[in-house]
Nanobody
């Protein structure tokens, strides 16, 4: 299992970014997938999850601003981020649900495994 995140960078408050997560070594369509983020000294927190049926779940802090989607044909997960705020600054990771063929509809990191290396998002003027 390999997950490779990309698309991070430096953006001004109010700006947008689109993250991608390329999956290989497994069939991502068999797994719920999610985005998580972490800043130094803090625990990893859930951002957004999409299950096998395409049902999405978001952390309250990003609802209405972030959109998670997946392209199963490309084995790729996306996170469209808009109206970014300085508090969104973090390393962003994608991950798979613990069990295949299981719908996870929470953003709890303990329900996910197989983390990528992360992509840094910095929101600053």
């Amino acid at each position: 299992v390999q997950l490779v995140e990309s698309g991070g960078g430096l953006v001004q408050p109010g700006g947008s970014l689109k993250l991608s997560c390329a999956a290989s070594g497994f069939t991502s369509s068999n797994y719920s997938m999610g985005w998580f983020r972490q800043t130094p000294g803090k625990e990893r927190e859930g951002v957004a999850v999409i299950d096998l049926a395409g049902v999405t779940t978001y952390a309250d802090s990003v609802k209405g601003r972030f959109t998670v989607s997946r392209d199963n044909a490309k084995n790729t997960l996306y996170l469209q981020m808009t109206d970014l705020k300085p508090d969104d600054t973090a390393m962003y990771y994608c991950s798979t649900g613990l069990q295949p063929r299981t719908n996870y509809r929470t953003v709890l990191p303990q329900h996910f495994a197989n983390w990528g290396q992360g992509t840094q998002v910095t929101v600053s003027s």
